[in-house]
């Protein structure tokens, strides 16, 4: 028992010690001093401090939520033949004990991280803040170790999953809500604010990692692509980037989330806006040209612009066209009226 001792094979010991608790009823027939019960005492101490020893280490580690730990203690005691592994699972005395202490603080400081999780996630204010998102995807991954490591030891693990989706649901709210407050600085045409929280939020979903729900990535990737593209490109840029690949591709998606349709509507009026502004400076063109550069741009242009509003625009064109060739009759009637005049005093 002295050379078991030495080892820390406290399943050994306990097995001895079976071994001397049944030779005890021997004593009576011992002359010495030393008695199977003055054994069976002492190597009992040691059993129980070595399971204490065992234990203490499991728990602080738990307080600190470091799950790693906990399980490379386990394996440790897996490896030395499984001696502390079993006596901790005991289902008699002390070892029976500290595993039940050891589970029940397992499972207490996990729903502990759960719920305070949640909690987090729930009063994430409008704005996002990038520490608490790190805090929350650094307890969501946490939480993803104590399954991996200590499923066996716990009361209910799949409560594990429930919490992450949980968490990923209340998170995806609030970004809904962020993005909400991004479509309203582009409907006002704040798009200097708009690049700064799409940036921002860009970040919080990279945190995110696996944590984020591709709904709101697409959400998110389109505002962008909306902003960044079409707000302020000129229309001479449409050959390269036709505006008939944006329409499509938020044409597929506007259904399932007003957010499309609505920066879809956005990216319209504002090249609506282009378009009517070139027509402007077309008609404004002096001399009067039916052909100006303005014109030629119009043109050149409009054929990248779906259907319906291309053919709007067009019926604005011909009403264009029209009218600077009215100014263009009246210039020359003017000319000439002006050369008769000339003619007569000569």
């Not at 306990?14 to 199977?36: C, H, M, P, Y």
């Not at 409009?302 to 509003?309: D, F, G, I, R, T």
Request: with cysteine.
């Amino acid at each position: 028992m002295k050379t078991l001792n030495h080892t820390d094979q406290i399943e050994a010991l306990n097995t001895k010690l079976s071994i001397v608790q049944a030779l005890r009823k021997l004593d009576w027939f011992l002359d010495g001093d030393e008695k199977f019960t003055d054994i069976y005492r002492a190597y009992q101490n040691i059993v129980f401090e070595k399971i204490s020893g065992v234990s203490q280490q499991i728990i602080d580690a738990i307080k600190d939520f470091d799950y790693q730990r906990v399980a490379d203690k386990m394996l440790a005691l897996q490896s030395s033949n499984k001696d502390e592994m079993k006596a901790l699972q005991s289902p008699n005395g002390v070892e029976k004990y500290y595993y039940v202490e050891f589970k029940r603080s397992l499972n207490a400081g996990l729903n502990l991280l759960m719920e305070g999780t949640k909690a987090q996630a729930i009063t994430l204010e409008n704005n996002i803040e990038i520490e608490e998102i790190k805090l929350i995807v650094e307890n969501l991954k946490t939480m993803e170790k104590a399954k991996q490591f200590i499923e066996n030891h716990l009361d209910a693990p799949n409560e594990i999953d429930y919490c992450v989706e949980d968490v990923k649901e209340k998170i995806e709210k609030q970004i809904k809500r962020f993005l909400v407050g991004v479509k309203a600085l582009i409907d006002n045409h704040n798009f200097f604010e708009a690049v700064k929280k799409i940036d921002s939020i860009t970040l919080v979903r990279i945190l995110l990692g696996k944590y984020y729900e591709k709904e709101i990535f697409y959400q998110i990737e389109a505002l962008k692509y909306s902003v960044d593209k079409y707000a302020e490109m000129d229309i001479s840029q449409y050959t390269l980037n036709p505006p008939t690949d944006i329409f499509a591709r938020f044409e597929q998606v506007n259904d399932t989330n007003p957010v499309y349709n609505e920066a879809l509507s956005t990216i319209r009026e504002k090249i609506l806006t282009k378009f009517r502004e070139e027509l402007d400076k077309a008609k404004s063109k002096q001399p009067p040209e039916s052909n100006n550069i303005h014109i030629r741009r119009f043109e050149s242009a409009v054929k990248y612009l779906p259907e319906a509003m291309r053919s709007a625009l067009e019926v604005e064109l011909k009403y264009c066209k029209d009218d600077i060739v009215l100014r263009i009759r009246d210039d020359e009637k003017k000319n000439y009226k002006m050369h008769l005049v000339v003619e007569m005093l000569k």
